[in-house]
């Protein structure tokens, strides 16, 4: 059992990385926490399920053509939003571009279920996806498989634009010094959008790619928002490798303690962040721990 | 559930309803004031949205048919958001405020406490149609209280008769989320299930969080006990996520799923059902219901109305405001303290069944509750349940000696 | 201990305000024996959340440490109180003193950690912590009764009438915000400042940074506890809600909202927060679709807050901060 749990929580990690990388992007950049990032998870969801039917159900590639265009929908979303509000207020405290993003959470989720209703939905999975490879005794499904292979897809993706594009440069060096990027004449505004979408677009993605594995309803933001600031947290903020690798932690270890320590499952993720974060603390005496 | 909810304070809009009933002439004395006090946001919204549609139904007919005592019913209708100090505040509001004669509305079991509590205090009446902890009925009592459904313990008990009936299923498991429903539920189906098939063998239960949607390890977990089948009491979104992610284990062919099917699940899984060995626990599932004129009536015009099949919330929603006129009725007026007295006399005809009765001692309704395989047949966009196996809901009811023991000892 | 007669020309420096607060603090009672009984139910919540989130501003404007989880102290004020009645058999009178004390005593556990943190870490811990809080209050049936709570251990406010407790818990909050008014002003209030701008330079000065914040936090915690206390008082009840996420955010809504870096900034965010959503859900269905809209035209209208707003406005107190 120790084995199949083990690839239990390896999928459920990339499940959480290509949540949560998206969010870590953002605020590496722009150093908004995007509250939001869940309500552009769960659009992607409902933007799936409309498309779905529409692209050659119960195929691969219907599947995959659907959640890229949810994906990109919510993407165009995403810029709307950082146009019209965040932009206006770079200036001011941090927090108020944080309360910015709960008001889109509240005005998203009432949206959502204005269209949609407050029933749960289903999203057929494709159908090559319906199985399990089996193996022995054991039962390995596919579609979380597939969706591991995507997320790979993905990081894949990221490496690329991060080392041999324009873009990734700029976004190294705004992650690292944004107003140096700011004095070498490079239109910073228009970085934060740019970034804003892509993350937008990460969110889309990882709420269509898991739409068939659950339910859909609106009040999959909020469900999804916290593991995922987690996931950032213990890889530290704004670092994708990090959240990779945080998010295979969290998932990993979720699956085992379920064998292990089953009364902790609705604390476990807290607790790896506290000792995360507590030992970080410890490991640099006296310095902030950034 | 899920605290993640953003949402903060407040009393809903104010949605009247069924005032106007062409050309009725009612009484100088002025409406019925039913308080609805619901958790239309938050993780009950969609249940809450069907019991308030199944109340307006009922108030609808109740004044159509000229009124509880020739007066006619008016719903008054807040949100709780599924917060339970909301729900006490707006309960508070409603009954000082708006003067209501009667309380009711809510499905989590938090906020029926924390209303409950209000009832007790104001000496309003109170009934619950969708939640159903039966700690309202024991430790929490008070003499305002009453509900229409079979309440949690009961559930668990059908599911274990229904259980024991399989000769074939030997070791059973559990699988439940992990707060005070999950666990009482798992109690209640083990010590029934072991007085009736005392050959049964029982795992470990296992608990998940509450609200967790990646059932994977918990699945595996299962699987891995060999059980004949899993007793699954699970809230809403890991059940859903159980009946999409167990396939990829083989869940459905090496074990059978007996759990919590009301028409709502049935209608969101939709073509994603497992094919085979599901069963669900059910209060009122219409297609299952004797087919009397009265539950077509109903069934038809609530779909005329609002577009869809009408859920177990509705139907028990529904059921419960026409208990309560007819405890008005009988009491002839709705004054507290008679229609309390009423509520343990009166014997009501509903959808569910006839005979309905409510038990003075603990305020539980010996309501029915059904256990049937989730089946695709023709003629319904999603799978139904068949084979049904309807539970008279006395039998199911725990002694008035264990309601008093069980009082004693929580002392 | 601060010199008696420095405290009193704070308090008196506090008065100049009373000009302005004292015909308001009398318009609210008149109000709360007048109107009818659910707006003194309402003007006690306002009251209740104005001290939370003060007590969180105390932490975030002048300490310059953001918590994500500062309702872990309102629950455990709650809960503190609660189970001083339900377990310990206090009765409910004595039992006040319990919330607040329980809460100070987690505010130092939990602050004792955060403190070794800065910024969005620091907020994270404290999130963790409070989670911890949550879960603890939420599945130890036997002693916080679990996720149905605690309901009619006592008979709600005391058994004071609703304008009655209103009128308590108004003057209790009132007295508790010149206690932080007072916190604010004194030598401790200063280092906390100190500390909050600028930590290295504050660290060079001698102050011990760490135990000057988590003397912050555990102060802020302590009038979390006041408020969570009022709360369980109010309703008679505890559930682990009152320590849930849901709660910490409206709190940072409250605080952003009224204007971050002014003393007063808490107590006008929870005001004008409470009344959106006490009365626009009263309005309409969609309530959430049009205070997502309110609030995001608020924070575009006034990136700094109502406060900020006022100063524009020139009707500001100067030296807020």
Same mark, same amino acid.
């Given at each position: 059992?120790?084995?199949?749990?083990?690839?239990?929580?390896?999928?459920?990690?990339?499940?959480?990385?290509?949540?949560?990388?998206?969010?870590?992007?953002?605020?590496? @950049?722009?150093?908004?926490?995007?509250?939001?990032?869940?309500?552009?998870?769960?659009?992607?969801?409902?933007?799936?399920?409309?498309? @779905? &039917?529409?692209?050659?159900?119960?195929?691969?590639?219907?599947?995959?053509?659907?959640?890229?265009?949810?994906?990109?929908?919510?993407?165009?979303?995403?810029?709307?939003?950082?146009?019209?509000?965040?932009?206006?207020?770079?200036?001011?405290?941090?927090?108020?571009?944080?309360?910015?993003?709960?008001?889109?959470?509240?005005?998203?989720?009432?949206?959502?279920?204005?269209?949609?209703?407050?029933?749960?939905?289903? @999203? &057929?999975?494709?159908? &090559?996806?319906?199985?399990?490879?089996?193996?022995?005794?054991?039962?390995? &499904?596919?579609?979380?498989?597939?969706?591991?292979?995507?997320?790979?897809?993905?990081?894949?993706?990221?490496?690329? *634009?991060?080392?041999? *594009?324009?873009?990734?440069?700029?976004?190294?060096?705004?992650?690292?010094?944004?107003?140096?990027?700011?004095?070498?004449?490079?239109?910073?505004?228009?970085?934060?959008?740019? @970034?804003?979408?892509?993350?937008?677009?990460?969110?889309?993605?990882?709420?269509?790619?898991?739409?068939?594995?659950?339910?859909?309803?609106?009040?999959?933001?909020?469900?999804?928002?916290?593991?995922?600031?987690?996931?950032?947290?213990?890889?530290?903020?704004?670092?994708?490798?990090?959240?990779?690798?945080?998010?295979?932690?969290?998932?990993?270890?979720?699956?085992?303690?379920?064998?292990?320590?089953?009364?902790?499952?609705?604390?476990?993720?807290?607790?790896?962040?506290?000792?995360?974060?507590?030992?970080?603390?410890?490991?640099?005496?006296?310095?902030?721990?950034? | 559930?899920?605290?993640?909810?953003?949402?903060?304070?407040?009393?809903?809009?104010?949605?009247?309803?069924?005032?106007?009933?062409?050309?009725?002439?009612?009484?100088?004395?002025?409406?019925?004031?039913?308080?609805?006090?619901?958790?239309?946001?938050?993780?009950?919204?969609?249940?809450?949205?069907?019991?308030?549609?199944?109340?307006?139904?009922?108030?609808?007919?109740?004044?159509?048919?000229?009124?509880?005592?020739?007066?006619?019913?008016?719903?008054?209708?807040?949100?709780?958001?599924?917060?339970?100090?909301?729900?006490?505040?707006?309960?508070?509001?409603?009954?000082?405020?708006?003067?209501?004669?009667?309380?009711?509305?809510?499905?989590?079991s938090?906020?029926?406490?924390?209303?409950?509590?209000?009832?007790?205090?104001?000496?309003?009446?109170?009934?619950?149609?969708?939640g159903s902890t039966q700690r309202a009925n024991i430790?929490?009592?008070?003499?305002?209280?009453?509900q229409?459904q079979a309440n949690a313990t009961m559930e668990a008990y059908a599911a274990a008769e229904y259980v024991a009936k399989k000769?074939?299923w030997?070791?059973i498991s559990a699988l439940g989320s992990d707060y005070e429903w999950g666990h009482t539920s798992v109690a209640a189906f083990t010590e029934r299930l072991k007085t009736l098939r005392?050959?049964i063998?029982f795992?470990?239960p296992i608990y998940?969080?509450?609200?967790?949607?990646?059932?994977?390890?918990?699945?595996?977990?299962?699987?891995?006990?060999?059980?004949?089948a899993v007793f699954a009491p699970l809230f809403?979104?890991?059940l859903?996520?159980?009946?999409?992610?167990?396939?990829?284990?083989?869940?459905?062919?090496?074990?059978?799923l007996v759990t919590l099917m009301t028409?709502?699940?049935?209608?969101?899984?939709?073509?994603?059902?497992?094919?085979?060995?599901?069963y669900g626990i059910s209060r009122?599932?219409?297609?299952?219901?004797?087919?009397?004129?009265?539950?077509?009536?109903?069934?038809?015009?609530?779909?005329?109305?609002?577009?869809?099949?009408?859920?177990?919330?509705?139907?028990?929603?529904?059921?419960?405001?026409?208990?309560?006129?007819?405890?008005?009725?009988?009491?002839?007026?709705?004054?507290?303290?008679?229609?309390?007295?009423?509520?343990?006399?009166?014997?009501?005809?509903?959808?569910?069944?006839?005979?309905?009765?409510?038990?003075?001692?603990?305020?539980q309704?010996?309501a029915p509750v059904y256990v049937?395989?989730?089946?695709?047949?023709?003629?319904?966009?999603?799978?139904?349940?068949?084979?049904?196996e309807?539970f008279e809901g006395a039998p199911l009811m725990p002694s008035?000696?264990f309601i008093?023991?069980a009082?004693?000892?929580?002392? | 201990?601060?010199?008696?007669?420095?405290?009193?020309?704070?308090?008196?420096?506090?008065?100049?305000?009373?000009?302005?607060?004292?015909?308001?603090?009398?318009?609210?009672?008149?109000?709360?024996?007048?109107?009818?009984?659910?707006?003194?139910?309402?003007?006690?919540?306002?009251?209740?959340?104005?001290?939370?989130?003060?007590?969180?501003?105390?932490?975030?404007?002048?300490?310059?440490?953001?918590?994500?989880?500062?309702?872990?102290?309102?629950?455990?004020?709650?809960?503190?109180?609660?189970?001083?009645?339900?377990?310990?058999?206090?009765?409910?009178?004595?039992?006040?003193?319990?919330?607040?004390?329980?809460?100070?005593?987690?505010?130092?556990?939990?602050?004792?950690?955060?403190?070794?943190?800065?910024?969005?870490?620091?907020?994270?811990?404290?999130?963790?912590?409070?989670?911890?809080?949550?879960?603890?209050?939420?599945?130890?049936?036997?002693?916080?009764?679990?996720?149905?709570?605690?309901?009619?251990?006592?008979?709600?406010?005391?058994?004071?009438?609703? /304008?009655?407790? /209103?009128?308590?818990?108004?003057?209790?909050?009132?007295?508790?915000?010149?206690?932080?008014?007072?916190?604010?002003?004194?030598?401790?209030?200063?280092?906390?400042?100190?500390?909050?701008?600028?930590?290295?330079?504050?660290?060079?000065?001698?102050?011990?940074?760490?135990?000057?914040?988590?003397?912050?936090?555990?102060?802020?915690?302590?009038?979390?506890?006041?408020?969570?206390?009022?709360?369980?008082?109010?309703?008679?009840?505890?559930?682990?809600?009152?320590?849930?996420?849901?709660?910490?955010?409206?709190?940072?809504?409250?605080?952003?909202?009224?204007?971050?870096?002014?003393?007063?900034?808490?107590?006008?965010?929870?005001?004008?927060?409470?009344?959106?959503?006490?009365?626009?859900?009263?309005?309409?269905?969609?309530?959430?679709?049009?205070?997502?809209?309110?609030?995001?035209?608020?924070?575009?209208?006034?990136?700094?807050?109502?406060?900020?707003?006022?100063?524009?406005?020139?009707?500001?107190?100067?030296?807020?901060?």
């Open positions: 059992m120790f084995w199949i749990q083990l690839v239990n929580g390896l999928m459920e990690g990339m499940t959480l990385f290509l949540i949560a990388s998206g969010l870590t992007l953002i605020f590496g @950049v722009t150093r908004i926490i995007n509250f939001a990032h869940g309500s552009l998870y769960m659009l992607g969801a409902f933007m799936t399920y409309e498309l @779905v &039917p529409l692209i050659a159900p119960g195929t691969l590639g219907g599947f995959f053509a659907a959640v890229l265009i949810a994906g990109l929908a919510v993407s165009v979303l995403g810029v709307v939003f950082e146009m019209l509000a965040l932009r206006r207020i770079y200036g001011a405290d941090g927090l108020m571009q944080l309360i910015v993003t709960v008001a889109l959470v509240l005005i998203l989720r009432d949206a959502v279920r204005m269209i949609w209703g407050p029933n749960s939905l289903s @999203v &057929p999975m494709p159908d &090559p996806l319906m199985g399990a490879l089996q193996i022995g005794q054991s039962y390995f &499904p596919l579609f979380p498989i597939a969706v591991f292979a995507a997320g790979l897809v993905v990081v894949g993706a990221m490496i690329w *634009t991060i080392y041999f *594009t324009r873009a990734g440069i700029l976004l190294r060096a705004g992650t690292d010094d944004r107003g140096m990027v700011a004095l070498c004449g490079v239109n910073e505004k228009l970085i934060f959008t740019a @970034v804003f979408a892509a993350g937008a677009f990460l969110a889309g993605l990882a709420g269509g790619l898991a739409a068939p594995y659950g339910e859909v309803n609106h009040l999959l933001d909020t469900t999804v928002i916290v593991s995922a600031f987690i996931v950032c947290v213990i890889g530290g903020l704004g670092n994708l490798y990090g959240a990779l690798a945080g998010a295979l932690v969290v998932g990993i270890t979720k699956a085992i303690g379920v064998m292990y320590f089953p009364r902790l499952s609705m604390v476990l993720i807290f607790l790896i962040m506290a000792l995360v974060l507590i030992a970080r603390s410890m490991g640099r005496q006296g310095g902030s721990a950034r | 559930m899920l605290e993640t909810k953003l949402r903060r304070t407040a009393a809903l809009m104010t949605a009247t309803w069924a005032l106007a009933v062409g050309g009725q002439s009612f009484a100088q004395e002025g409406p019925v004031k039913v308080g609805f006090a619901a958790d239309l946001t938050g993780a009950c919204a969609a249940l809450a949205e069907d019991g308030l549609n199944g109340a307006k139904l009922a108030a609808a007919e109740i004044n159509a048919a000229g009124g509880i005592l020739g007066r006619p019913v008016e719903l008054i209708v807040r949100d709780t958001m599924t917060k339970p100090d909301e729900g006490a505040k707006v309960a508070r509001a409603l009954i000082t405020d708006e003067k209501i004669d009667v309380l009711t509305g809510v499905c989590s938090a906020v029926m406490l924390a209303e409950s509590a209000v009832s007790g205090e104001l000496k309003v009446p109170f009934y619950a149609a969708i430790e929490l009592y008070q003499p305002y209280f009453w229409v000769p074939e030997k070791n005392p050959d063998e795992a470990e998940a969080k509450v609200g967790e949607t990646a059932m994977a390890p918990y699945i595996t977990a299962t699987l891995a006990q060999s059980p004949d809403g979104p890991s859903g996520a159980v009946l999409k992610q167990g396939p990829g284990f083989g869940f459905f062919q090496r074990t059978n028409v709502d699940t049935l209608q969101s899984q939709g073509a994603a059902m497992p094919k085979d060995n599901v009122a599932p219409f297609f299952a219901l004797e087919q009397t004129p009265a539950v077509t009536g109903f069934v038809d015009a609530y779909r005329t109305e609002f577009k869809e099949y009408p859920t177990d919330w509705a139907i028990s929603a529904y059921d419960g405001l026409k208990f309560y006129a007819a405890a008005a009725d009988k009491a002839g007026s709705v004054d507290p303290e008679a229609i309390m007295t009423a509520v343990g006399e009166v014997t009501y005809d509903g959808l569910r069944e006839a005979g309905l009765k409510v038990r003075a001692l603990d305020g309704m010996n049937g395989k989730a089946t695709k047949v023709e003629g319904y966009d999603f799978p139904i349940l068949t084979e049904v309807k008035e000696d008093l023991e009082r004693k000892a929580a002392k | 201990m601060t010199d008696p007669r420095i405290l009193w020309a704070q308090v008196a420096r506090a008065a100049v305000n009373w000009k302005l607060i004292a015909p308001l603090l009398i318009a609210v009672e008149a109000l709360n024996w007048l109107a009818p009984a659910s707006t003194s139910t309402m003007l006690t919540e306002i009251a209740i959340l104005a001290l939370f989130a003060a007590s969180l501003n105390l932490l975030m404007s002048f300490g310059h440490m953001v918590s994500f989880g500062h309702a872990a102290y309102f629950g455990l004020g709650a809960y503190g109180f609660t189970l001083a009645v339900v377990r310990a058999g206090l009765p409910p009178e004595a039992a006040l003193l319990a919330g607040p004390m329980v809460a100070a005593l987690g505010g130092l556990i939990f602050g004792a950690l955060c403190v070794r943190l800065t910024e969005i870490y620091f907020a994270m811990l404290t999130l963790a912590c409070a989670q911890i809080t949550y879960t603890v209050l939420f599945q130890w049936y036997d002693f916080t009764g679990g996720d149905t709570g605690i309901t009619g251990f006592m008979t709600p406010r005391l058994g004071l009438s609703e /304008a009655g407790y /209103a009128s308590f818990a108004l003057w209790t909050v009132v007295l508790a915000v010149l206690a932080l008014w007072v916190i604010v002003k004194s030598p401790l209030g200063l280092m906390i400042r100190a500390v909050g701008q600028d930590r290295a330079r504050a660290e060079a000065l001698g102050l011990g940074a760490r135990k000057v914040q988590l003397t912050a936090f555990v102060i802020a915690a302590f009038f979390a506890g006041i408020a969570g206390t009022l709360y369980a008082v109010l309703h008679g009840s505890a559930f682990p809600d009152y320590a849930g996420l849901s709660l910490t955010l409206d709190g940072l809504i409250m605080v952003v909202l009224g204007g971050l870096n002014s003393f007063a900034g808490g107590i006008w965010g929870a005001v004008i927060y409470q009344l959106l959503s006490t009365f626009v859900p009263k309005v309409i269905h969609e309530w959430e679709l049009v205070l997502g809209f309110v609030l995001l035209g608020i924070c575009l209208a006034m990136p700094h807050g109502f406060v900020g707003l006022l100063k524009r406005l020139g009707l500001g107190r100067k030296g807020g901060k």
